[in-house]
């Protein structure tokens, strides 16, 4: 008499949650962004490393001078993120002491501040780059320059965190204030410097 015995598997079936793709995707296509930013940013910084600076001037748009010129094409850049971020907030109805909605013009004015800002950075850059390549005689004129570098990496991350879908909600704010805090930065290391130490020329 044969006795057959029969081994029941389980099999386990692993079901994925509605929000699991999703997620993986967005960790992915933020990756992807902070990446590609991180190699803008490294690209700009060996190029002012290893080229030989020409220490040219370039055109003044009126300025006396060229570092007169930068200090106030940085400041202006500086003031325009600063009203960029405030209405950020407006819109997200995180603007402190203002409790109303941020009315249309703000949508447009945020992204115009944006832009404007950025291209006041660009004579500034080309000069810093071109002219002038990666200093790092003194602190403030290494962290100057490491920040310059670091602005136009994260400003292309944010602008592909802008037009993707797929990304997490907080990312853009984080990425935007990370921008803004960098712009800044720049700003007091060198338009303040340059004020506080040379004065306020025209």
């Keep these: 008499m044969t006795n057959d015995t029969t081994n029941d598997t389980t099999t386990e079936t692993v079901t994925e949650t509605p929000g699991d793709a999703p997620a993986a995707r967005g960790t992915t296509a933020l990756l992807a962004a902070t990446a590609i930013g991180a190699a803008v940013s490294i690209s700009l910084g060996v190029y002012a490393k290893t080229h030989d600076p020409t220490g040219d001037a370039i055109t003044t748009f009126g300025f006396p001078r060229v570092l007169p010129m930068k200090a106030w094409l940085t400041t202006g850049a500086a003031s325009l993120v600063i009203a960029q971020v405030a209405t950020a907030m407006w819109m997200w109805g995180r603007l402190p002491g203002v409790s109303r909605p941020a009315p249309s013009w703000a949508v447009h004015g945020h992204r115009w501040f944006g832009t404007l800002a950025f291209l006041l950075t660009l004579p500034v850059a080309y000069h810093c780059l071109w002219s002038l390549g990666f200093q790092d005689t003194t602190a403030r004129v290494t962290a100057h320059s490491l920040l310059g570098t670091a602005f136009f990496g994260v400003f292309t991350t944010k602008m592909l ?34 004020f506080t130490n040379v004065g306020f020329p025209m």
């Excluded at 965190?161 to 805090?181: C, F, M, N």
């Excluded at 712009?183 to 410097?193: E, G, M, N, R, Y």
């Design 161 to 194: 965190v802008l037009r993707s879908d797929r990304v997490p909600a907080k990312t853009l704010p984080i990425v935007g204030g990370l921008l803004a805090t960098i712009l800044v930065a720049i700003w007091w290391t060198s338009s303040f410097w340059f």
